[in-house]
């Protein structure tokens, strides 16, 4: 089981890039690597996800460094809409290899 | 497309009543999933069904049975509701046809148990 480590809380201001770091030093070679989002009193959804070096979709980008023992959300120009639980996971197809930890809980200021 | 749909959105049982949790996804998704989430904690994945016909225990199955009805459908049952079980129950459905793992969630389930 690929366990992940990443900050409890982190915040921020409008306007300012977020990046949250996560740990995976037992990555498995088929593993990939996913970020959820969850707001309150709503169930977690997908944001991103990638197998190594960068990827950018309208919402973040996710770049992984070659070893892929840690990976970095990155949240351009945050508002306060991003205030929200965000989740790294790391795993393949089989869901009893899916751990949710208990995520970063970041809070954006005006 | 309504993706994936919980039943009933809040519950409050009395301690050793029975009830069941309803999910259904119109994804055509081959697996789901059935996870609690306590106050400020992340998801532990309680039971799931990695297809039709099939399902699998998760980290915290004890106090509870899944039954995967059909390929949409996937309900979660308390046999004997406990105040350890007031939580709150997302189910999620992913398509792991492609052998990775992306879970499209539910609003979720509060269950209050007294």
């Known amino acids: 089981l690929a366990k992940t480590t990443q900050p409890i809380s982190m915040d921020s201001y409008e306007g300012q890039e977020v990046n949250i770091t996560c740990s995976h030093n037992n990555i498995a070679t088929n593993d990939y690597i996913t970020w959820y989002q969850q707001f309150p009193s709503q169930g977690p959804r997908f944001i991103i996800q990638g197998y190594k070096t960068k990827v950018t979709n309208e919402v973040a980008s996710l770049f992984i460094p070659a070893d892929r023992k840690s990976s970095t959300l990155s949240l351009p120009r945050v508002s306060l809409s991003d205030t929200a639980v965000y989740y790294c996971?790391?795993?393949?197809?089989?869901?009893?290899?899916?751990?949710f930890g208990s995520g970063t809980r970041l809070s954006i200021r005006p | 497309n309504a993706g994936v749909t919980q039943t009933p959105k809040f519950q409050v049982l009395k301690t050793g009543q029975s009830m069941t949790l309803q999910c259904a996804q119109d994804?055509?998704?081959?697996?789901m999933y059935w996870y609690r989430q306590d106050p400020g904690m992340g998801l532990r994945l309680i039971y799931y069904s990695a297809s039709e016909g099939t399902t699998d225990k998760g980290e915290v199955p004890n106090g509870y049975n899944v039954s995967r009805l059909n390929k949409r459908e996937f309900s979660l049952r308390l046999e004997s509701a406990a105040p350890s079980q007031t939580s709150v129950y997302f189910c999620?459905?992913?398509?792991?046809?492609?052998?990775?793992?992306?879970?499209?969630f539910g609003p979720g389930t509060r269950l209050l148990v007294l």
């Open positions: 999620a459905s992913s398509d792991t046809a492609t052998g990775i793992e992306t879970q499209y």
């Open positions: 994804m055509n998704h081959n697996s």
């Open positions: 996971l790391v795993g393949y197809s089989s869901a009893s290899k899916i751990i």
